[in-house]
């Protein structure tokens, strides 16, 4: 007979604390320390050391935890699961998404899916800093494959192909690069990474071998944004990352340079964690995404800087 107290024991482990797991669950941290007690009288094992200040688990409470605590939330997501089933998707919604590329691709996607799903409230985050998905509570992410932890599950989401641009005004004035080493003559607008706080790296490919370059230039900038609009003013040279599309045509005050030597397209993700249990409202945000963003109308580059 699986006793009653399990669960509770596995919710106290898990969270850390008998308070923590008395709040979680609605009742008073004496009834858990109650609980708890006569589980381990039922077991004969003594499960936690208990202080004033500390709880830990003692060799034998490691042990039932390692043996039951998978089992315990398997069972609890397959009653979740068959209450969802039962339920149109609803409830609130976190996802992290890079600010420029978030806006662009995922944005326009938001009202016919609020349309579609009316009972899920979504609570967007644009920052281009890729945060700890579980730590801040998110229930998805959106980023580069280099971003995200081997513990979630990752689908390509999207496939970005990085191009340098320049306006005609900067070109005319400055001349035009014809190779990678041609832009240490040049200035080049930095993006300076929100998570590690260095440059972002420039990538080429040349004679079907990667080469890196610094970006080197009197402007840094930290939003991808601010570049395009520097660029716009003919401050210098800038890196974005366009729709990997057939075409990608140069219009208006903006030109794509060095097209010869651009580097492979760049994975967009999109990641959630790895439990069994995926709740609905999850999954048919997923579902929804990755089945519309490749079907939006292709975005020139002139468009895709003017929407930033």
């Not at 596995?10 to 008395?22: I, M, R, Y």
């Not at 081997?150 to 191009?163: D, G, H, K, T």
């Not at 900067?170 to 607008?189: A, F, M, R, T, V």
């Not at 340079?257 to 995926?278: C, F, G, N, T």
């Given at each position: 007979?699986?006793?009653?107290?399990?669960?509770?024991?596995?919710?106290?482990?898990?969270?850390?604390?008998?308070?923590?797991?008395?709040?979680l669950l609605?009742?008073?941290?004496?009834?858990?320390?109650?609980?708890?007690?006569?589980?381990?009288k039922?077991?004969?094992?003594?499960?936690?050391?208990?202080s004033?200040?500390?709880?830990?688990l003692?060799?034998d409470?490691?042990?039932?935890?390692?043996?039951?605590?998978?089992?315990?939330?398997?069972?609890?997501d397959?009653?979740?699961?068959?209450?969802?089933?039962q339920?149109a998707?609803?409830?609130?919604?976190?996802?992290?998404?890079?600010?420029?590329?978030?806006?662009?691709?995922?944005?326009?996607?938001?009202?016919?899916?609020?349309?579609?799903?009316p009972d899920?409230?979504?609570?967007?985050?644009?920052?281009?800093?890729?945060?700890?998905?579980?730590?801040?509570?998110?229930?998805?992410?959106?980023?580069?494959?280099?971003?995200?932890d081997?513990?979630?599950?990752?689908?390509?989401?999207?496939?970005?192909?990085?191009?340098l641009?320049?306006?005609?005004?900067?070109?005319?004035?400055?001349?035009?690069?014809?190779?990678?080493?041609?832009?240490?003559?040049?200035?080049?607008?930095?993006?300076?990474?929100?998570t590690?706080?260095?440059?972002?790296?420039w990538?080429?490919?040349?004679?079907?071998?990667?080469?890196?370059?610094?970006?080197?230039?009197?402007?840094?900038?930290n939003?991808?944004?601010?570049?395009?609009?520097?660029v716009?003013?003919?401050?210098?040279?800038?890196?974005?990352?366009?729709?990997?599309?057939?075409?990608?045509?140069?219009?208006?005050?903006?030109?794509?340079?060095?097209?010869?030597?651009?580097?492979?397209?760049?994975?967009?993700?999109?990641?959630?964690?790895?439990?069994?249990?995926?709740p609905?409202?999850?999954?048919?945000?997923?579902?929804?995404?990755?089945?519309?963003?490749?079907?939006?109308?292709?975005?020139?580059?002139?468009?895709?800087?003017?929407?930033?």
């Open positions: 007979m699986i006793p009653n107290q399990l669960n509770i024991f596995n919710t106290v482990v898990k969270n850390g604390s008998f308070s923590s797991a008395a709040r609605g009742v008073s941290s004496a009834a858990i320390s109650k609980s708890i007690s006569q589980l381990e039922n077991l004969e094992l003594r499960l936690f050391h208990r004033t200040h500390s709880l830990t003692t060799e409470g490691q042990e039932l935890y390692k043996r039951t605590g998978h089992l315990i939330e398997q069972l609890e397959q009653i979740r699961l068959s209450t969802d089933k339920k998707p609803h409830g609130r919604l976190k996802v992290n998404l890079p600010d420029s590329f978030g806006r662009m691709f995922v944005l326009p996607l938001v009202p016919d899916f609020l349309k579609k799903y899920i409230e979504l609570d967007l985050k644009f920052d281009d800093r890729m945060g700890d998905l579980v730590k801040e509570g998110a229930d998805v992410g959106i980023g580069v494959l280099g971003n995200i081997s513990a979630l599950i990752a689908r390509e989401f999207y496939s970005l192909q990085p191009v641009v320049a306006s005609r005004e900067y070109i005319n004035k400055y001349g035009e690069p014809s190779c990678p080493q041609d832009l240490l003559q040049h200035n080049c607008i930095a993006y300076r990474s929100d590690t706080g260095r440059k972002k790296i990538n080429f490919r040349i004679d079907g071998e990667q080469i890196q370059m610094e970006p080197e230039g009197n402007l840094i900038v939003n991808l944004s601010a570049a395009m609009t520097a716009e003013m003919g401050v210098g040279i800038a890196a974005v990352g366009v729709g990997n599309y057939e075409t990608c045509l140069e219009q208006g005050g903006f030109r794509r340079i060095l097209k010869d030597y651009e580097a492979d397209p760049i994975r967009v993700m999109i990641y959630y964690s790895s439990r069994h249990y995926l609905a409202k999850t999954r048919v945000f997923i579902d929804y995404m990755l089945a519309n963003v490749k079907d939006q109308c292709p975005h020139e580059l002139e468009d895709m800087i003017h929407n930033l």
